[in-house]
C-alpha cells in the first residue's frame, strides 16, 4: 500500500481545537463538535475537529493518502475512523480563531475513508498544566519560552484512502 501523498503543519490548538476541511466547507455541526468532545476527533463529512486538551502549544497535523490505509500504530493513544468529502480536492487545517495554519492538494476530489489517530496529547496537557503552576514572581521565567520549550509533541494523524467519487447529491451545497 504505496502512500500517495503527505503533508504536515504545525497549528495551534485555539481554543483547544484545530479543523481540517474541504475548502468550500463552512463550520460542522454540532454533532461533529460533540463527536469530537467524545472521541477527540468528530467529523459531519467535510469538516473534521481535532480537541486538544491544552490551547497554546502546536500541534502536528498530518494528512496522509495511501491507495489502502494502513491500521493505526499499536503506540498511538486513541484512534478513531473518519470519513472526508472533498469537491475541490483541497484540504484545510484551521486554528479556529486564528485562521488558517496550512493546506494540501488531495490526489482529486472525492470521498476519502480512513482513521484519525494521535500521540502526545496528554504530554503535552501536562507540560501545559505544569508550566501554568510555575510560581508568578519567578522574574527569569519566560511562559512564551515555556510553550516552545515543551518537551512532549502533540501530533493528529489523518491517514486517509480515496473511496469513490462523489455523487451529484453529494456535491451540492
Known amino acids: 500500500m504505496p502512500l500517495l501523498s503527505e503533508y504536515s503543519v504545525k497549528a495551534t490548538p485555539d481554543r483547544r481545537v484545530v479543523q481540517v476541511y474541504d475548502a468550500d466547507a463552512y463550520l460542522g455541526g454540532d454533532d461533529a463538535w460533540e463527536a469530537a468532545k467524545e472521541q477527540v476527533v468528530g467529523g459531519d463529512g467535510r469538516h473534521l475537529y481535532f480537541l486538544s486538551i491544552q490551547p497554546v502549544i502546536d500541534a502536528t497535523v498530518t494528512i496522509r493518502v495511501w491507495d489502502a ?16 468529502e472533498s469537491p475541490t480536492g483541497m484540504l484545510v ?8 495554519a496550512g493546506d494540501t492538494e488531495l490526489p482529486r476530489p472525492g470521498v476519502y475513508e480512513g482513521h484519525a489517530w494521535w500521540t502526545g496529547r496528554q504530554a503535552t496537557a501536562d507540560y501545559y498544566n505544569q508550566v501554568l503552576s510555575q510560581p508568578e514572581d519567578d522574574e527569569d521565567f519566560d ?8 518537551p512532549a ?3 493528529y494523524t489523518l491517514d486517509l484512502a480515496f473511496t469513490r467519487e462523489l455523487a451529484p447529491a ?3 451545497s
Open 69 to 84: 490505509p494502513p491500521a493505526p500504530p499499536t503506540d498511538a493513544e486513541g484512534y478513531v475512523p473518519v470519513t472526508l
Open 93 to 100: 487545517v484551521n486554528q479556529l480563531t486564528m485562521g488558517p
Open 143 to 150: 511562559l512564551d519560552e515555556a510553550w516552545e520549550d515543551c
Open 153 to 155: 509533541e502533540e501530533h
Open 170 to 172: 453529494d456535491n451540492a
